[in-house]
């Protein structure tokens, strides 16, 4: 099945499969079971982070699907991330031996830098280091000082390529002006209440890919939001297409520009997910989806605003 998926390619030559495997909140076993059944179902892409504590278990999916002869090791794309603990350019390449360790596996595909923004390092764990207020410790690292680092994981063999997360465009612009690797991905937050369009843009002219977290805005059955997933409106251009609405935003994402990384750890919507590249949408469907674009955000991270590095403080 995984022929027949769309791959993507980057601005240093290297491919990837355009939907991903999003695994925030999967633990527990969760996130093994969710990786080894997406692999199955022929996702070739997953996306984890230090931060997730879920490293161990994609490696663990990863290793076993390679041992049953299902994929090798070059047909899988694993992205992760360097937490804002390890900022220090000090600590990068431990931080990223440490999450091959946490893999048990000899380099990853894609290192991005989460967030442009640094915490003060206490320790491995301490992930979230707060002073005596319960105030998050924030620290001023150059997120360029970080970069020269993650392009030494590259001369290193640790990690194919790198890029970054939650950059803004005054942000992404500075780190173009004074690299000698170009990011190949920004990862961001992107889903019909924040479309990005702008970003996306900036990104497309650079030859950076999107990626789109928080595909689906974390659907809230009891609640009913996001309203894009509720409404009446995204079901009837579902009804067209004979597809939920998760299937017509995941569609939305990608025609717009980005490699959605829906969230799944419930095998049949893990499914549901991939189905998503037999039909297309119509102008008016665009229309529609483009209405909910209220610039809200899910995840603003307020507790880093006074860091110089926080990136949503200018329009995008
Ligand atoms: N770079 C960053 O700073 C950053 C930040 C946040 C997230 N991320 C990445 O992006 C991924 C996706 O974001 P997210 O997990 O926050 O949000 P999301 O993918 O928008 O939403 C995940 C939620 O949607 C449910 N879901 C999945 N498929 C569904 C479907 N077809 N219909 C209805 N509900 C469905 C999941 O439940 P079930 O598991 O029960 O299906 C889960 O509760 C993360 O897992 C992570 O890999 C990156």
Redesign the pocket.
């Known amino acids: 099945m995984s022929s027949k998926i769309p791959y993507v390619k980057h601005n240093n030559g290297t491919q990837i499969q355009s939907i991903g495997l ?5 633990l527990g076993g969760d996130c093994e079971r969710a990786t080894l059944h997406a692999i199955d179902v022929g996702y070739r892409h997953i ?3 230090y931060f ?1 504590e879920n490293e161990n278990e994609v490696g663990a999916a990863v290793q076993r699907k390679i041992a049953e002869g299902v994929i090798k090791r070059e047909d899988i794309h694993i992205t992760t ?1 360097l937490w804002c603990h390890f900022h220090e350019p000090k600590r990068v390449e431990y931080a990223c031996r440490k999450t091959l360790q946490n893999f048990g596996l000899q380099y990853v595909d894609l290192y ?1 830098m ?2 442009p923004y640094s915490y003060v390092y206490r320790g491995d764990n301490e992930m979230m280091p707060t002073d005596a207020k319960g105030e998050v410790e924030l620290n001023d690292i150059d997120y360029l000082d970080t970069w020269r680092e993650m392009e030494k994981l590259v001369e290193l063999g640790l990690t194919k390529s790198i890029g970054v ?2 950059f803004n465009s005054e942000q992404l612009t500075r780190l173009l002006a004074n690299c000698k690797i170009k990011p190949i991905h920004n ?1 961001i ?1 992107c ?1 019909p209440a924040l479309n990005q369009k702008k970003l996306i843009a900036l990104c497309k002219k650079n030859d950076i890919v999107v990626t789109a ?7 809230n059955p009891a609640e009913k939001t996001p309203n894009y ?1 509720y409404d009446a409106k995204v079901q009837a251009i579902g009804d067209k297409y004979k597809k ?1 609405t ?2 017509v935003v995941l569609r939305y994402l990608i025609e717009i520009g980005t490699i959605p ?6 095998p049949k ?1 893990i499914e ?2 991939f189905q998503i590249f037999d039909f297309q949408l119509d102008a008016e469907d665009h229309a529609i989806l483009d209405s909910y674009n209220t610039g809200e955000r ?2 603003p991270m307020t507790h880093a605003i006074k860091s110089k590095n926080y990136p949503f403080n200018i329009e995008f």
């Open positions: 999003g695994t925030y909140t999967s996306d984890t982070a997730y991330k991005l989460h967030w997360s939650n990862q937050e889903h977290y928080c595909p689906l805005g974390r659907p997933i939920s998760a299937q990384l829906p969230k799944s750890s419930n919507r549901e997910n899910l995840i």
